[in-house]
Every structure is written in structure tokens, then in C-alpha cells.
């Protein structure tokens, strides 16, 4: 059976393989995100099976959520990890992660960061500039360490997804361009202490369309060919993340099929290569995971539009604002009153902190409780103490 969240006696509730969960015990006086484990582990197990005729590791992006719970899980799925600062570096040594199953991506790393990993013998960094390679020359050089590194590409590539998260089209900062592979080639083979492991490219995230994902495959292939004839012996091919969920809908059967095409499609393309296949999802393996619950404050309506003032907003969940991500807001509990269409607003000053415009829902009272779908991925790692509300509690099932 499948874990998620489910509607049943008039309630919203978590299913696992225990049975039915009230949610509304969860709700403490403060908003919360509600985790539910089983639903990553079945995701987990669905790109597993999805790639099993490939060498091939999952190393999930940190990025998207970094409770501890899920991290440990990661751990004990035999997930390796992708992080992106120091910070997270630290936070996966911290749970028990082995340093080898880490991926340093990131394109703005400090000398301090990138020794910090040399020094902790994490797997790979992933550099994203020659000025970053020649970084890591000189700081590999000066403490005599050996470090892996994968080159990020930009493929040139445009997806269609919200601009702020497409990375892989030449007017985005990420990646070395393809022109400047051979220069790349120069200064690894001059480094004494790089050993040049992989080639990959991430091509931006909440990506629905395979065809994108496909091209960006293709273009690696043809790149790891390259530089076979150049003698470079890579060890692996790094697809970066970026399958999306579909936030409308509630159909998570969906979510499945499309992990199981993605797993094809990276068959068909490199069954015959001999080359190990990395993956860094994040979205996809935890969006759907969790639930931000709220109260609501009050309901206003100013003689031209209903608001429905919740005590969450843009601090705990910033993906409305600042992509216009829609999710689902539904009631923990239904109850029989006429539908009202409002906006779902929070309580920062600004006119941007809108959860949701022009809802249809019942209407509520004051004090009622409201979840916010989908909420496990970018919900509580982007969030901030802005306006100083406090952060939402995470509690994990
Ligand atoms: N690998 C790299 C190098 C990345 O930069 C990212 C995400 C991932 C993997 C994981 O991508 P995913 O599978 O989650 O799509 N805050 C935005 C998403 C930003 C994604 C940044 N990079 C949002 O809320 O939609």
C-alpha cells in the first residue's frame, strides 16, 4: 500500500502501514511540518528498482530537507548524500554519513569550505568553474591530499520549469560551458593530487518533461566518449536531480510512473556504457512527504475579497512567493459550511506572503486548522525568522 495523505471520516489523515492518522493531535499551538518517512522509503526503493539494470547510486540533494530523521534514513537506505556548503558537509558527518558517499556540489565554495572537505576525505567535489578547479590545485597541493572531482557541465539546455530553477541554459551562472572542457583537461592533468572521477550536469529542478532530461543525457554521453579518447578514465556519470511532482494533483501514482520512466530512459541510454550512474533527487523523493499544518487567525473580508489570515506564511514556506508555487491548502477537518473563495494569507508584512489566491474552501472559523500539501521539499530548509515569528516546528512520522 501506498504511504501518504488521505481523506477519511472528514478528517485529512496520514497513512502508513499501521493504519490511519489523526493529524490534528500533531498541531501544537504552532505551525508544523508533519514528515512521514515511509512515503521517502517507498520513493527511494522506486528509483532503486527503477535503475537496477545500471550500476548506479543515489546520492540525495540535501538541500530539499535536511531533518535529521531523513537524513538518517538516507543513511540506512544506502543513499549517499549531495551537499552543498560546508554546513551540510558538517550535518551529514554529524547523523553518521560515510565521507565517501558525499558529493560536494555548489558553485560559490570557500577556500575553507573546499579544505574542510579535502581535510574530511569527502567522495567527490563537483567544481562548477575553472576558477574553483584552480582552487582546488592549490589547496590540494598545499595539504598533500588527494581529491575526487567531477566536472558540472552546462549543456545549454532551457527546460521549462519556473526561471529561477532552471540551471542549465547558458545564461545561468551553473556549470563549466562545454567550450571549456579542453582547458579543464590541461589543468587536471597538471594537478598532482586531482583525480578527475566524473562528469555531470543538473539542469534545474521541478522538471516534468523527460525530453529535456534526455538531451542533457545524450550530451554527456557524447562528452564521456570525448574524453575516453583523451585517456580520461571517468569513473561515473552524475545526472543531477530535477524530476518534479505534479502539485495539482493528488494522483501520486504519478510521482511513481514517472520515476520508473526516468529509470528507463537512463537504461536505455547507458545500459551498454559500463559507466556508474550517480542521481541527486531531492524534490521528488520528499516533496510529498510532508504537511504544513496552521491555524487560522482570522477571516477578513475588507468589502472586496475574502482573506483567510493564517499563522504561517512566506517565513515557513517561501515557495508561493517567490515562484508562485502553487500547493493544495485543504482543511484538517471538514465540516458541512458554504465555500467561500479567498486568499490564504500569513501574518508577515508584505503583500508577497500569500499561501494561496483565490482558494475555494469551506469556510472556516477562527482557530481552525489548515494543511499545506506537498510541503517536504524547500518548505522548512528555505524558511527564515523573518519579521522574528520563530521557525515551525518538524515533526517527523
Ligand atoms: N543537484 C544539484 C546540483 C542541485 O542544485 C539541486 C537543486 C538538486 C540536485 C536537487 O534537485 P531536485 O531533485 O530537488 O529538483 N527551491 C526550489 C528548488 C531549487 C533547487 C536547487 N537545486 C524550489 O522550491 O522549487
Request: net charge neutral.
Amino acid at each position: 500500500m501506498r504511504s501518504g495523505y488521505v481523506f477519511k471520516d472528514s478528517e485529512l489523515k496520514l497513512v502508513n502501514s499501521k493504519g490511519f492518522h489523526s493529524l490534528l493531535p500533531f498541531y501544537e499551538a504552532h505551525p508544523t511540518y508533519v514528515y512521514n518517512l515511509e512515503s521517502i522509503k517507498q520513493r527511494i526503493s522506486s528509483y532503486q528498482t527503477a535503475l537496477k539494470g545500471v550500476d548506479s547510486k543515489i546520492h540525495y540533494a540535501v538541500k530539499a530537507n535536511s531533518h535529521d530523521s531523513i537524513l538518517s534514513l538516507m543513511k540506512d537506505s544506502d543513499c549517499g548524500i549531495d551537499v552543498v556548503s560546508a554546513g551540510e558537509v558538517k550535518k551529514c558527518l554529524e547523523v553518521g554519513s560515510a565521507a565517501s558517499d558525499i558529493i560536494f556540489s555548489g558553485i560559490g565554495k570557500s577556500h575553507d569550505e573546499i579544505s574542510f572537505a579535502i581535510k574530511n576525505s569527502v567522495g567527490q567535489i563537483n567544481v562548477e568553474s575553472l576558477g574553483e578547479l584552480k582552487r582546488i590545485q592549490q589547496i590540494s597541493n598545499s595539504l598533500k591530499k588527494n581529491v575526487n572531482i567531477g566536472l558540472r557541465l552546462n549543456p545549454d539546455i532551457p527546460v521549462k520549469t519556473h526561471p529561477y530553477i532552471a540551471t542549465g541554459f547558458r545564461e545561468n551562472k551553473f556549470g563549466v560551458a562545454l567550450s571549456q572542457i579542453p582547458e579543464a583537461l590541461v589543468l587536471i592533468k597538471d594537478s598532482k593530487y586531482i583525480s578527475w572521477t566524473s562528469i555531470g550536469a543538473h539542469i534545474g529542478s521541478q522538471i516534468l518533461d523527460l525530453d529535456p532530461l534526455k538531451k542533457s543525457m545524450d550530451s554527456l554521453k557524447k562528452i564521456y566518449s570525448f574524453l575516453k579518447n583523451q585517456e580520461v578514465a571517468l569513473e561515473s556519470i552524475d545526472l543531477g536531480g530535477g524530476l518534479g511532482v505534479d502539485y495539482r494533483s493528488d494522483d501520486e501514482e504519478l510521482d511513481f510512473q514517472n520515476i520508473q520512466n526516468y529509470g528507463k530512459l537512463i537504461q536505455d541510454t547507458f545500459k551498454d556504457s559500463g559507466i556508474k550512474i550517480i542521481l541527486e533527487p531531492g524534490r521528488s523523493l520528499v516533496a510529498r512527504s510532508g504537511v504544513l499544518l496552521m491555524k487560522v487567525e482570522y477571516i477578513k473580508n475588507n468589502g472586496f475579497k475574502n482573506f483567510v489570515i493564517v499563522n504561517s506564511g512566506m517565513h515557513h514556506m517561501l515557495r508561493p512567493a517567490l515562484y508562485q508555487a502553487f500547493h493544495r491548502i485543504q482543511p484538517l477537518k471538514t465540516k458541512e459550511s458554504e465555500n467561500i473563495v479567498c486568499d490564504i494569507v500569513g501574518p508577515i508584512c508584505e503583500s508577497s506572503d500569500v499561501l494561496g489566491f483565490d482558494r475555494q474552501i469551506p469556510k472556516p472559523e477562527e482557530g481552525d486548522l489548515l494543511a499545506l500539501r506537498d510541503a517536504g521539499a524547500y518548505g522548512a530548509s528555505m524558511s527564515s525568522n523573518y519579521n522574528l515569528h520563530g521557525l515551525a516546528k518538524e515533526i517527523v512520522v
